[in-house]
């Protein structure tokens, strides 16, 4: 087992998270967010593969509120896939949901085998985004879907990636290899997918994000300290800081991805 020095989410930092974003959640939005992103999907009887589950609380919606046959749940980090297993068996959902440690590169899963994969604010942590794409469009069955959000950057198409993003993807620890909506779209076409689509939801996050600082600054504050120290808490408290001025400025872009592999 690693220490928590070497871990992104160790154990205070997912209390942290699901501190501010709701139990089961290790990014903003909640059920809503959820809802956006499906926008209407039906999962009913689908076997669906889910890249960075985190604590796993998607899961059990993918399955419980939108019908989901199969959830295949992966993440790199074996206490986020002990919280999710136990979150999963709490719900009576492991015969459903199949938790899986893996590591980080290729996909461990034969060709054609998902009608759907999803990811939440995962993908970030990945830094070569076309082997991803074109990986997830190989694990999809002929039309088959990817349905995913992601932190994308704006600005300039031939920019570097602005300072502020840079500092931001330091103290999460993150290479700042942040690619624009419009590189997004061309990585996932070059990879073979149809019906691409990069919905910007920047403006939405920007309401978001006042909420979420105002919570680490004022009532959340004390349950941040109980959760992870002083000094921890400060930091948090910076990083939220940080990206409330790049949502504001323009530059760091949540976005909702999609792509349909060819019948
Ligand atoms: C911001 S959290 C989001 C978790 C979850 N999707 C949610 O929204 O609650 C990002 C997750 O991606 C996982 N992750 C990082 N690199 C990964 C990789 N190469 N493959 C799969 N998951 C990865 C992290 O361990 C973490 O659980």
């Known amino acids: 087992m690693k220490d928590e020095e070497t871990l992104h989410y160790p154990d205070s930092f997912i209390s942290a998270l699901q501190a501010i974003w ?25 076997s669906v593969l889910d890249i960075g589950c985190g604590v796993g609380g998607i899961d059990c919606l993918l399955v419980e509120k939108y019908g989901a046959a199969h959830v295949t749940a992966i993440d790199v980090e ?13 719900a009576e959902l492991s015969g459903t ?42 694990v999809l069955k002929p039309g088959g879907r990817l349905i995913a959000s992601d932190w994308l950057r704006g600005g300039d198409e031939d920019s570097t990636v602005p300072d502020i993003l840079v500092e931001w993807g330091a103290q999460n620890g993150l290479k700042a290899d942040f690619a624009t909506p419009l590189q997004t779209e061309s990585a996932l076409r070059n990879a073979g997918f149809q019906s691409v ?23 959340g504050l004390q349950q941040l300290i109980a959760a992870i120290g002083m000094d921890n808490a400060e930091k ?12 504001d400025e323009g530059v760091l872009r949540p976005c909702h991805l999609y792509g349909t592999k060819p019948a």
């Open 22 to 46: 709701g139990d089961g959640f290790l990014s903003p939005g909640g059920p809503e967010e959820i809802a956006a992103m499906l926008n209407g999907v039906d999962l009913t009887g689908l």
């Open 78 to 90: 074996p206490q986020l896939i002990e919280h999710a297993e136990r979150r999963f068996a709490q």
């Open 97 to 138: 949901i199949t938790a899986e440690l893996v590591k980080p590169g290729p996909l461990p899963f034969a060709a054609d085998q998902f009608d759907l994969v999803f990811s939440k604010d995962a993908m970030l942590h990945i830094p070569d985004k076309q082997s991803l794409y074109k990986d997830v469009r190989r």
């Open 197 to 219: 689509e990069v919905q910007d939801r920047n403006a939405w996050y920007r309401d978001e994000i006042k909420k979420e600082c105002l919570q680490v600054t004022g009532p």
């Open 236 to 247: 948090r408290v910076r990083s939220y800081e940080i990206r409330r001025e790049a949502v």
